[in-house]
């Protein structure tokens, strides 16, 4: 990678950018005019991007391109020219940052595949090309057909072959998903019909405490790693030391994402430090996508979990010199909180192990439909070894959305021995709920564990969206998903539950971690459904009955 310098700042972007952007400008480029594909044994079909073009922008239908859409019925005519119409705010920088990055890469390799040029080769580098100059075309910007227009290849070839088998493959993954999430509510619901709810449940757990709380910043520096580690502490106003509570959030997240849990947190006695992972958080997303700095490395599986123990090394020895701190803090009493990628990092700091074995065996190659392997596969960049990542200190973990399929398995799972509650939302497509939650539920050998699935949840059902001006990749509406308040309530009621139960050892609590206590938070549209580890063996016994293995076909 070539840096060019600018002052004291250095910009990581590739040569061509800026020279493709120019060359954009003023030398014809060489322009798909066709999208191409074989249907055996009827022989090959093609359609015209300028039909494609004139359907978009006024809605007429060619006569060559009606012989395509007779096939299709109205809503799919509309979402078709709702996507070739739709224009994506990105910038060529944006576009090539994210493209030459190893996950960008290495999805566009996937799409490649299925995007060909006309010598039927991976579509990855002229895809690319496309993308950026589309995208710092000040007239037409990046849209599907601009994309086209600006292919270095004379046709697209759609490989129909392995597009087709892509569908199949998702179909599959989709209906033994919905039949899972269906058969584990009704398991739910069967044992909520056994759980009567007490009287002795005083009030909505959805509802914040009554303890006063002020936070505090940290803008702290590990000498040793040479790395910032800042954080916000939620202190609650109590005359006892608190139990600390960390939460630790996904990539091109912040600390401010869940303030709400933490505000919510700590209005229950508990002291929360939510922590900012600065390889990997929103800041440094947004300074990598402008190319001022260097894409997320291998070493950050390492280094989140290292600033979580560092964090709770520095507030242990402030606490003997910090008359604000002193008293205040049961460090030695501590909960873990994690979404996404922090999810990852709270089961790793719970003491699960990265397995190398199984990186080496499902990234060499990945074919895998399961987004969120394709980062697991980065932790194939870490010299293979045995990593203490463990902190006795933490007693319990929360962990939203984790990923865990792959870079621990079951083995590494399997050696966590600490109270666990994983949250799964059963539309998630980054860290899809049944590899990533429901299976990795089974592995856990711990006698307290909990899997807690919200039907119709997603990958942003929890976390608290960004205002629209400071997020790092723009998300439609239909990605964030329906009613996150919902979720996001039932966040704070079950964690609370769960903290209160085994951080805390407030027994009264325990009831709150019952499927009949969820079915009665439960509203549509984001139904929930709670599992224990009495129930851990019915669903082994489901995921044998219902799966299969899910990869891209060859």
């Known amino acids: 990678m070539k840096i060019w310098h600018t002052g004291t700042k250095k910009l990581f972007i590739r040569p061509g950018v800026a020279l493709c952007s120019v060359c954009s400008m003023t030398i014809p480029a060489l322009s798909a005019e066709r999208l191409t594909f074989t249907y055996p044994p009827f022989g090959e079909f093609s359609i015209a991007v300028d039909d494609l073009e004139v359907f978009a922008k006024d809605g007429r239908v060619t006569p060559d391109f009606a012989f395509y859409v007779k096939r299709t019925t109205p809503q799919q005519r509309e979402q078709l020219r709702h996507l070739l119409q739709q224009r994506f ?8 940052q994210f493209t030459y990055s190893p996950l960008g890469e290495k999805l566009f390799e996937r799409l490649g595949d299925l995007l060909q040029t006309d010598a039927r080769t991976n579509g990855l580098y002229a895809l690319r090309s496309a993308l950026i100059l589309a995208a710092a075309d000040q007239t037409e910007g990046l849209t599907v057909i601009n994309v086209m227009h600006r292919f270095p290849s004379d046709r697209i070839r759609l490989n129909l072959t392995e597009g087709l088998a892509l569908v199949d493959d998702l179909s599959n993954l989709l209906r033994h998903r919905d039949e899972i999430v269906r058969e584990l509510h009704q398991l739910s619901t069967s044992a909520a019909s056994s759980q009567a709810l007490t009287e002795t449940q005083p009030f909505d757990l959805r509802v914040p405490g009554t303890v006063a709380w002020h936070k505090q910043s940290f803008d702290l520096r590990d000498p040793e790693r040479q790395r910032a580690v800042p954080f916000d502490l939620y202190l609650p106003e109590t005359s006892a030391p608190a139990p600390v509570i960390v939460i630790s959030h996904g990539v091109a997240e912040n600390r401010q994402t869940f303030a709400y849990l933490a505000q919510h947190l700590a209005s229950y006695g508990f002291a929360v430090i939510a922590i900012a992972h600065r390889g990997g958080d929103a800041t440094h997303l947004q300074r990598y996508l402008a190319g001022l700095e260097a894409p997320p490395a291998a070493p950050e599986f390492l280094d989140r979990p290292r600033d979580v123990s560092y964090v709770l090394d520095e507030l242990q020895r402030r606490l003997q010199t910090d008359a604000t701190l002193q008293g205040h803090l049961k460090l030695e009493q501590v909960g873990l909180i994690g979404h996404s990628l922090g999810g990852y990092t709270a089961l790793a700091l719970a003491g699960a192990t990265l397995n190398f074995k199984q990186i080496q065996q499902d990234c060499h190659p990945n074919r895998s439909l399961n987004l969120s392997v394709i980062l697991q596969c980065r932790a194939g960049d870490l010299p293979s070894k045995q990593y203490t990542l463990r902190d006795p200190r933490i007693k319990a973990v929360f962990a939203i959305n984790p990923l865990s399929s792959t870079i621990f398995s079951q083995q590494g799972m399997s050696q ?44 942003f059902s929890a976390p608290m969206p960004s205002p629209a001006s400071e997020q790092v990749f723009p998300l439609p509406s239909n990605l964030l998903g329906s009613n996150p308040a919902l979720a996001q309530a039932y966040i704070k009621a079950l964690s609370l539950a769960f903290f209160q139960t085994h951080l805390a050892n407030r027994a009264e609590f325990q009831p709150y971690l019952s499927a009949a206590y969820v079915q009665s938070l439960s509203q549509a549209p984001l139904t929930l459904s709670l599992l224990d580890a009495s129930q851990s063996d019915r669903v082994t016994q489901l995921l044998q009955t219902t799966t299969q293995p899910v990869t891209f076909a060859r």
């Open 416 to 459: 966590i021995q600490l109270p666990v509650a994983i949250v799964g939302g059963s539309e998630d497509i980054f860290t899809p709920a049944v590899p990533e939650q429901i299976r990795p539920f089974t592995w856990l050998q711990t006698p307290n564990k909990y899997l807690v699935l919200i039907e119709k949840g997603n990958h």
């Open 89 to 96: 705010a990105l910038t060529p920088v944006y576009v090539s």
